[in-house]
């Protein structure tokens, strides 16, 4: 295919993205605030935007938050509540970022459309604006999610883990409605995504109680990391999960995968599990540039399906005038 038909065929994936030409599903539509807040997702979106030029790595952090948000009781807002047994509080939820700017989006809405735009709408409209503003695709993003009035840190065990074997992820996409595609086409947010050594580190010295590394990494990669992580360095130190192009929402990620130069062993794995490969193969070898066709097209259909998940509308939760705090 030439570079022309590509380009063609990635404006008309695009175009059709962006009217909202897939199915939406729970009861959410496109458009749901034209008529109550017809500026709320220009709010949310300038907001984003703010916050994104002070600090790049904010893009990453809203993605999460939102991902993090729908595996725990569905997509409703309740990983934003504080509270000392809330999700937020969950060792699985450690790190989480962004909250600051679901809280000044909310405050600018309540502003100019009290009691109207939930705090889990403006979450999903904020991991979409994210992709976008780090050169992924955009789409239309069905709303009218109302917010949860529960948060539970033992909810937070439907998260994965970075330890969790292929098998393990799989099941925990499908307890959420999502398939093994979904799975790895989410997982391609680790394109922009950070972790601390402390959640990788054992990878690189004794995996497994062998005094070894993790074989499946790439040599030239683990000198990498090791020089990163040393056994006495900060647990905390931050290191990018695609190390091509981490400010870039790209496929470098798939191809890192591909080659043994994933970070987090559940990444990996991906790769060398029969259910997971092919799709893998699929995005690291379709590219366009950096993004590839086919990661652009489906990304935004894999993130609809998932923001849809248990989803509350109509009578059901609240509209909440403070996103940390039920009313």
């Not at 034209?34 to 709010?43: F, H, N, Q, V």
């Not at 090791?226 to 496929?251: I, M, Q, T």
């Amino acid at each position: 295919m030439v570079a022309s038909e590509m380009a063609a065929l990635l404006f008309l994936f695009t175009s059709l993205l962006l009217r909202g030409s897939f199915v939406h599903s729970q009861g959410l539509q496109i458009g749901f605030y034209d008529s109550y807040c017809p500026d709320a997702e220009d709010i949310v979106r300038s907001t984003v935007e703010q916050y994104y030029d002070k600090d790049a790595t904010i893009a990453p952090g809203l993605l999460r938050l939102h991902f993090h948000d729908c595996f725990v009781q569905g997509c409703d807002g309740s990983v934003l509540i504080s509270g000392a047994s809330s999700e937020r509080s969950a060792p699985q939820n450690f790190g989480l970022r962004g909250f600051e700017v679901i809280d000044d989006a909310k405050s600018q809405l309540e502003a100019v459309c009290p009691g109207v735009v939930s705090c889990a709408d403006i979450l999903a409209l904020a991991a979409r604006d994210a992709v976008d503003l780090t050169g992924g695709p955009s789409w239309s993003v069905p709303l009218g999610r109302r917010d949860g009035r529960i948060s539970l840190a033992s909810g937070a065990k439907a998260l994965p883990s970075p330890a969790d074997p292929v098998s393990v992820q799989r099941q925990k996409f499908a307890d959420q409605g999502l398939s093994d595609h979904d799975l790895v086409t989410l997982v391609g947010a680790h394109t922009i995504g950070q972790t601390d050594c402390q959640f990788f580190s054992y990878r690189l010295f004794n995996f497994t109680a062998t005094g070894n590394a993790d074989p499946t990494i790439s040599p030239a990669f683990l000198a990498q990391l090791r020089a990163l992580c040393p056994p006495n360095g900060d647990p905390g130190r931050r290191v990018a999960l695609d190390r091509d192009s981490p400010g870039a929402f790209d496929v470098a990620f798939f191809k890192n995968v591909r080659d043994g130069n994933a970070v987090l062993e559940s990444d990996q794995r991906l790769w060398s599990d029969a259910a997971t490969q092919g799709a893998v193969q699929k995005y690291a070898g379709n590219v366009r540039g950096l993004l590839g066709l086919r990661f652009a097209y489906e990304f935004p259909k894999a993130m609809v399906r998932m923001s849809s998940v248990a989803v509350k509308t109509g009578g059901q939760g609240e509209i909440r005038r403070r996103c940390s705090r039920i009313n």
